[in-house]
């Protein structure tokens, strides 16, 4: 079927046909068009390449009011989060023009050179360069911030790389509007707008992958497909970075003083969090770890309250909400899982009138029956409450888990060696660890990290947000007794990005 | 096969039984050793990091007259250049202990709360992290530089990571007697000597890339050996960062104004370097693009009388002689390649009567005639001349290469405008550019790049040499609103390395 539709989660109706799937022969164009823009891009520089990051920014937000109707159509995410969503891809392309402008991050050293010794060692200059065109997945979820023109897009035009990106199916419109949004800014700024091309189809995303013209891949999404994703890109002949998102438990962990001192805040505060566009979230808190006991009774009886109150959420897609549904089945099959609160039991997986709605659930399980079953993610709004007595059974279970991107630790100042326990059990685990707080929300800096060990992502060197996301996109290259004429502008002494070593 | 012999290259013959290949249960044994020593390096913290690695520079030199007898026996690379590596392989061990007491490495940086933005922004810290127990493959052309204590191990030392080594079997007493200088540093400053492991066989390699406690791995060697590792870290359950230096044909483009003035200084220059330890260097420079005509046929001369003159080499092993051999065959096969100067003609591949041995070789090919066939590595004291008349068939030639460590440019200052043209054909083919001088000889500094695109590299994002070489085993990990008392020292506000941006 290469038909590409946009769908209406909240009627489950297919609304419009938007385009055709990519074909095979416009996807090698594609990847031509991208490789072509790689050489122009480099030649334009830094400042031509902030200017036209702010120029999206700005082209993104003329379009606010039908980006945001368009995506809150195709998503169900609803206006007051995709008008936020929509804030921070805007201001996280105006960080990657100020990174890209300030040209630091191009780490651009020289060491002299030394005759008096012996090997005599020559003048060497190091400049991180662009790896040349990315291909970049979008993401379900993010139909701003992980799409045409998200974090990995501005973090590889800020790199100078050019872009092709894979269209999530969940939002081809919305998609296509920010694409009209890239060529606006384009042309405003003199810029080649083949540096950002698009493509539908999973096929095409597969085909591109194994292009010999793409140089690296940014992907948000799920195990499975990461997972696929993953092996074709090391399978090339001439393997390229692979740097996927992929899923995560996110443990949360509340102390017992925690618990006797905050239990109904921070029961109220992670049933907002897992809940929080119907747990959607790639750092959504899966596994809680709380007090068994009257302390703990009372953060879940909190949570409860705010499960029951929840009205049912609209899930992204069919698929979606049929993944959810049999993630959930599969918990409550474990004999040692109850259900603390729900707002609707699993339906038939495959009927969605009125859309694709499913219901919030908190579940329940002693600390000593959990295993591989239950420690997995279920992408959707629950969480699975893991009832402990004794911190040292945390502890252990939180040193064998699997990778994640975030952690949270509630905890009181007296418990300060607790705190620092499951700090250190967490550490090797996760790309960030939250204190007294909920790990859904990802600020936009330069010390944020989004990533982990896997299963959080294929690879845990980097971030894709923040300021030093554009990493992922540069490798070094050295001038060895360069003549200054030849060098890049950026390495010559008279740069002042150029730092002496 | 379990016997680990030392061999004399010199005489083709076993000399010792060292040991034996590590056993399975043993190889699973030294991946947990380095698993545990893991928690207890983080906890010596960077100064006593920078203290072993001292020690270990110093424990190398007071055994240099038996490390360098054993390794010239075992190697056949001669006194001179041992005791060369010895003093680089000690003084990369202590710029690696500066790296880590400096600190500056973790790149650690804190964005501050701001309260009165929507949403609000939590306070960010991040901090690069070592990423767990690596795996070093030894190389065999480097029996220190890229072995036990070299600069693999250095840098997983320094970031913090324990190190597993499977040993190169060209030498096998050499790799313990640097083991034994490790355990005397490790003992002198009260380091944990589990931070350091050696293995040995092929099956130990294998087995170790895919140990869940092995969370990184470096490699030097053939591209065969190297992909096959590659895919196997690739496939695992939880892939890890497989850091892979493979092979380069390093294009060496002389203009027809260096030929004309330089050429004898040039053919006498490039011949040191392609024949330099029997041109057993990954930065071997394969490919000369020289031009046609009476100069270059100047230039060719004086290699020709250079190779002409050299004696035989002795070759690391029989399968490097024997991978030499054939690959000279291959080239000689070519109908367009012919000897311009040769030391001995490729010898029945399977006889090694006194040695190892092997001639240099000088070919010769129009550049209208190149092909797959000659645009490949031959690892070994050979060098094919490529004859050009047009400095953009040149420029052609070199965007189609594949990926190598390095390329060297000699030019004329007139001819500022050809040397810039060929810059910008093999930056994106390259790690390292070289003006006016030779690719082989690699210094060890912070604004070295030894790294290129595949098949240079499995990874180009990195350099496996100079100060950089420990970003490899770091990860980033974010710390949002953490007590002071938590976090990592470096982290705190009194920390002198963090950094505010």
């Known amino acids: 079927v290469r038909d590409v539709w ?13 385009c055709e799937s990519t074909s095979t022969a416009e996807v090698g164009e594609a990847a031509r068009a991208a490789g072509r823009a790689a050489g122009e891009l480099g030649r ?29 159509r195709e998503t169900a995410l609803g206006k007051s989060r995709l008008t936020a969503e929509l804030a921070r891809t805007s201001s996280q392309l105006r960080l990657l023009a100020d990174v890209a402008e300030d040209g630091a991050y191009q780490e651009a050293i020289v060491t002299p ?4 010794v012996d090997p005599p060692v020559p003048e060497l200059r190091r400049i991180l360069i662009p790896v040349g065109p990315v291909l970049v997945f979008a993401a379900g979820n993010f139909p701003f911030a992980f799409s045409v023109l998200g974090g990995d897009t501005a973090s590889a035009l800020a790199a100078g790389c050019p872009v092709v990106v894979k269209c999530h199916p969940g939002h081809p419109e919305t998609s296509l509007l920010a ?4 060529r606006q800014a384009a042309a405003d700024a003199g810029f080649p707008g083949d540096a950002v091309q698009l493509v539908f189809g999973d096929s095409a995303g597969r085909q591109l992958v194994q292009d010999p013209g793409i140089r690296a ?46 239990a109904e805040e921070i029961g109220r505060g992670v ?44 899930m992204l897609s069919a698929k979606t909400r049929r993944d959810y549904l049999a993630g959930q089945q599969m918990l409550l099959s474990h004999p040692g899982v109850t259900t603390v609160a729900q707002t609707a039991g699993p339906e038939e997986a495959d009927s969605y009138q009125g859309g694709f709605l499913a219901g919030a659930a908190l579940l329940e399980i002693a600390i000593g029956e959990l295993n591989g079953q239950v420690v997995r993610e279920c992408f959707g709004p629950l969480a699975v409450a893991i009832r402990y007595s004794d911190i040292a059974d945390v502890i252990s279970q939180l040193s064998g888990l699997q990778g994640a991107l975030a952690a949270a630790v509630h905890g009181t100042e007296p418990e300060a060696g607790i705190v620092a326990a499951v700090t250190e059990a967490v550490t090797p685990k996760v790309g960030r660890i939250v204190y007294d707080g909920y790990p859904t929300g990802v600020a936009v800096t330069s010390a944020m990290t989004h990533g ?25 290259v050295t001038y060895q007794n360069a003549p200054q004429a030849i060098l890049p502008a950026d390495l010559r002494d008279t740069a002042g990005v150029l730092q002496a070593c």
Chains 1, 2 share one sequence.
């Not at 209406?8 to 938007?18: A, N």
């Not at 694409?179 to 890239?182: D, G, H, R």
């Open 44 to 72: 334009r520089g830094r400042p031509a390449r902030a200017l036209v990051l702010r120029r999206a920014a700005g082209a993104l937000e003329e379009r606010a009011d039908r980006l945001i109707g368009a995506a809150d």
């Open 6 to 18: 946009s769908i209406d989660p909240r009627s489950g109706q297919r609304v419009r046909l938007v």
């Open 179 to 182: 694409m009209e949004a890239w």
């Open 452 to 476: 982990g060990p896997w299963p959080a992502t294929t690879n845990a060197l980097h971030s894709s947000v923040g300021s030093t996301a554009l990493r992922r996109f540069l490798r070094p």
């Open 113 to 116: 050179a030394q005759a008096d």
């Open 217 to 262: 891949v940014s992907f948000t999404g799920s195990l499975a497909v990461g997972r696929e994703l993953h092996d074709l890109a090391a399978a090339r002949p001439d393997p390229v970075p692979f740097y996927g998102e992929l899923s995560g438990v996110n443990p949360f962990v509340v102390t017992a003083g925690a618990a006797r001192e905050r």
């Open 271 to 314: 049933a907002a969090s897992f809940m929080l566009n119907g747990g959607q979230f790639c750092t959504k808190p899966g596994l809680l770890f709380v007090p068994a006991g009257p302390d703990g009774d009372r953060l879940l009886g909190a949570a409860a309250t705010a499960v029951a109150a929840s009205a049912q959420f609209v």
